[in-house]
């Protein structure tokens, strides 16, 4: 694996005066408040981005919360449900229409009979948002849906970002969808 790990100081984003921000997971920091943020960069297929986040999944000790369109892979599935397991709070948002697929149905099925809430969009097709949310510390986005072919043959990006700041903004971000009844319900197998 490609360590594509970069981490950000104070000093060196104050070097770039043409660069007085720094972009990282829809949240913009000033150079002053980026110090200490970790920002760990994984591509599919070469990097095997899914391991990372089953890896992640491992490590996590008070909740998980993940939004994406496809979860089809037995090894985040197992991962997931370990975790509700070991009595984390794990929480899954996805796409409704997704869930007529039955790789993705079965998925679905293992992680309700493990006892994980599982929310759907109520506006099909539009579940675009591929993100992982850990205690307050991690959380991971980019293109890659937790499938197997995003993990092993698809182009895909992952960014891991270790900051409590940027995590905290991502949590609050899944909680309003989760919270929101109009957008969002949850799911009922057929």
Not at 10 to 17: G, I, N
Not at 63 to 88: C, D, F, M, N, Q
Not at 108 to 126: E, F, K, S, W
Not at 157 to 174: H, Q, Y
Request: charged fraction near 25%; charge should be positive; glycine fraction near 4%.
């Amino acid at each position: 694996m490609i360590d594509r790990r970069v981490r950000t100081s104070t000093s060196m984003l104050k070097s770039f005066s043409l660069i007085p921000w720094l972009f990282c997971t829809s949240v913009l920091l000033s150079a002053e408040q980026a110090g200490g943020v970790t920002v760990e960069i994984y591509y599919s297929p070469e990097d095997a981005p899914l391991d990372r986040v089953v890896t992640l999944y491992g490590q996590a000790r008070r909740y998980i919360y993940v939004s994406v369109y496809g979860l089809t892979s037995p090894r985040a599935v197992e991962a997931l449900v370990a975790a509700k397991k070991r009595g984390l709070d794990v929480r899954l948002i996805t796409d409704q229409e997704r869930t007529q697929e039955i790789k993705q149905r079965s998925a679905l099925h293992t992680l309700r009979l493990a006892g994980i809430p599982i929310r759907v969009n109520q506006h099909d097709g539009l579940m675009h948002l591929k993100q992982v949310v850990i205690d307050d510390e991690v959380n991971a986005s980019g293109s890659m849906n937790h499938t197997t072919s995003g993990n092993r043959y698809n182009d895909e990006r992952l960014d891991v970002v270790t900051d409590r700041a940027i995590t905290v903004k991502a949590r609050e971000k899944f909680l309003a969808m989760w919270s929101d009844a109009e957008r969002y319900r949850p799911w009922v197998e057929d």
